[in-house]
């Protein structure tokens, strides 16, 4: 079955980075494109970024963009956000996501806060 194991969340200060990893499996994750969502409380999950399946093509909400990198490794099926100058508002619970069979898949995701 899909599963998808996200971590690298944590608490961190206004203008610092971190990493998120999601790791895959029950899949061919070679094949399919991956993304990146969030949710924030009292907020409607959003989409924070996405990358194709070999990698080529990846699209960023215009909220991140210049600060977050989506990349994959489908030799670890594995996905990554990198995430740099974060600010108070990226506060939020992360997760990851793939669609397959027109069937959402997501990880139990990973806190992420920004605060001093």
């Known amino acids: 079955q899909v599963q998808l194991v996200e971590s690298g969340g944590g608490l961190v200060q206004p203008g610092g980075s971190l990493r998120l990893s999601c790791a895959a499996s029950?899949?061919?994750?070679?094949?399919?494109?991956m993304s990146w969502y969030r949710q924030a409380p009292g907020k409607e999950r959003e989409l924070v970024a996405a990358i194709t399946n070999a990698g080529g093509t990846t699209n960023y909400a215009d909220s991140v963009k210049g600060r977050f990198t989506i990349s994959r490794d489908n030799a670890k099926n594995t996905v990554y956000l990198q995430m740099n100058s974060l600010k108070p508002e990226d506060t939020a619970v992360y997760y990851c996501?793939?669609?397959?069979?027109?069937?959402?898949?997501w990880g139990q995701g990973t806190q992420v806060t920004v605060s001093s």
């Open positions: 996501n793939v669609v397959r069979f027109s069937n959402n898949y």
């Open positions: 029950g899949f061919r994750f070679s094949l399919y494109a």
